[in-house]
Nanobody, 118 residues
């Protein structure tokens, strides 16, 4: 499984970015897809979760500004980030999971860097 994240870059506070994560196979084969981020010196954290087309989950810290969506036909998930803040600066990773014999098996994309500064 390959996950190709893209869409990162530099942006000013208050602007928006849309990240994409394209999977090398049908995303129907995954039980869960999600976006994480890792800021410099910090642990990787979950920012959005989309187990199916009608269910999304967000931590309270980003719930009002982040929107995750998926396009099953394109095998791609997206992360819309509005009203960017400097604290959004991080490498953003997508993750896909599927069931394994002994539990979930996770696959990570390579990450895309988002830098927010004025």
């Amino acid at each position: 499984v390959q996950l190709q994240a893209s869409g990162g870059g530099s942006a000013q506070p208050g602007r928006s970015l849309r990240l994409s994560c394209a999977a090398s196979e049908t995303i129907f084969s995954f039980t869960r897809m999600a976006w994480y981020r890792q800021a410099p010196g910090k642990q990787r954290e979950l920012v959005a979760d989309i187990p199916d087309i009608s269910t999304t989950n967000y931590p309270s810290s980003v719930k009002d500004r982040f929107t995750v969506s998926r396009d099953n036909a394109k095998n791609t998930i997206y992360l819309q980030i509005n009203n960017l803040k400097p604290e959004d600066t991080a490498v953003y990773y997508c993750k896909a999971e599927r069931r394994g014999f002994s539990g979930p098996v996770g696959y990570w994309g390579q990450g895309t860097l988002v830098t927010v500064s004025s």
